[in-house]
T-cell receptor, first 118, second 111 residues
Framework: EPEVTQTPSHQVTQMGQEVILRCVPI?????FYWYRQILGQKVEFLVS????????KSEIFDDQFSVERPDGSNFTLKIRSTKLEDSAMYFC????????????????FGNGTRLTVT | LAKTTQPISMDSYEGQEVNITCSHN???????ITWYQQFPSQGPRFIIQ???TKVTNEVASLFIPADRKSSTLSLPRVSLSDTAVYYC????????????FGSGTRLSIRP
């Protein structure tokens, strides 16, 4: 079964540094998402992306965050200047786009990148 | 998306049937009900989705009454490996929309 893959599985960085989290969504999917989960807390929506632009974003997704789909396969999340409170699991997800047989397709998640900011 | 309410936690024993109920009083006509499961240090995993009545797959059953204001996820004969957080989401995933997870139900299975 195809899956969403994320790299690296664990990233340690110093406060103020830039990090890029990488995701390879399922190949025929067109909707892409980033979520984060601080340890012990719920899964929080960050951003959704379709047709090379952001569709929705949360209040967490401020100017320090950006997303990009640089080629036909990767979907990245960049944090420009990391803060201690950015330490969390970051999950990428994808789902099929319009024109699929399933109008309400669920999200497929990767296993996440654990980001530790020191 | 419609707001959902679930129990914060539940406990059960191996071999039992577990039913987790989710309330969604403001569900809209086009909304679907989707359940996800999350194990520690893993991403959420789709379990089951339904619109009305009953849906069953190899993992679970989903019961939705006629008014659709609630739904019940039923896990038959649970095992220790079913210990996880279960999330109920209500809405339409037809676009790259803001799909929000609630706090979920933390299910603990004992031997």
């Amino acid at each position: 079964e195809p899956e969403v893959t994320q790299t690296p599985s664990h990233q340690v960085t110093q406060m103020g540094q830039e990090v890029i989290l990488r995701c390879v969504p399922i190949s025929n999917h067109l909707y892409f998402y980033w979520y984060r989960q601080i340890l012990g807390q719920k899964v929080e929506f960050l951003v959704s992306f379709y047709n090379n632009e952001i569709s929705e974003k949360s209040e967490i997704f401020d100017d320090q965050f950006s997303v990009e789909r640089p080629d036909g396969s990767n979907f990245t999340l960049k944090i420009r200047s990391t803060k201690l409170e950015d330490s969390a699991m970051y999950f990428c997800a994808s789902s099929p786009g319009p024109g699929t047989s399933s109008y309400n397709s669920p999200l497929h998640f990767g296993n996440g990148t654990r980001l530790t900011v020191t | 998306l419609a707001k959902t309410t679930q129990p914060i936690s539940m406990d059960s024993y191996e071999g039992q049937e577990v039913n987790i109920t989710c309330s969604h009083n403001n569900i809209a006509t086009n909304d679907y009900i989707t359940w996800y499961q999350q194990f520690p240090s893993q991403g959420p995993r789709f379990i089951i989705q339904g619109y009305k009545t009953k849906v069953t797959n190899e993992v679970a059953s989903l019961f939705i009454p006629a008014d659709r204001k609630s739904s019940t996820l039923s896990l038959p004969r649970v095992s220790l490996s079913d210990t996880a957080v279960y999330y109920c989401l209500v809405g339409v995933h037809s676009s790259a929309s803001k799909i929000i997870f609630g706090s979920g139900t933390r299910l603990s299975i004992r031997p």
